[in-house]
């Protein structure tokens, strides 16, 4: 079977994470050669507010921290880190991103 697609199209794939959706759009191979490919990844966000402002960062994603004056600020910065942190991983770490889950809440302990 062969499938033709018009050059003026837009076309959207749906399907779960993994089943070929960014591969199919390579393999078409458009006349325009663009594609976009669009995926969501769950992570945590931790965030720290003090005097200085607040420190953000997602525990899922080594090393990808950011700071902000208020926490909406902070909240945009780590979404932007997060998304360039993604950018620079490979399908495999991305699959075994997704299967990983953190989950956080508070603790409260005597003391004194």
Do not use: W
């Amino acid at each position: 079977m062969k499938l033709t697609i018009p050059e003026l199209s837009f076309v959207v794939l749906i399907g779960v994470s993994g089943s070929g959706k960014s591969m199919f759009a390579r393999l078409a191979n458009h006349p325009s050669g663009r594609y976009f490919s669009t995926m969501t990844c769950k992570l945590t966000a931790i965030l720290e507010q003090d005097k200085d402002g607040v420190f953000a960062y997602c525990p899922e994603l080594k090393g990808c921290h950011t700071q902000g004056d208020t926490v909406e600020e902070a909240l945009v910065n780590l979404r932007e880190a997060a998304e360039l942190y993604l950018e620079t991983l490979k399908p495999a770490e991305l699959r075994r991103l997704n299967a990983k889950t953190i989950l956080a809440t508070s603790l409260e302990v005597a003391h004194g």
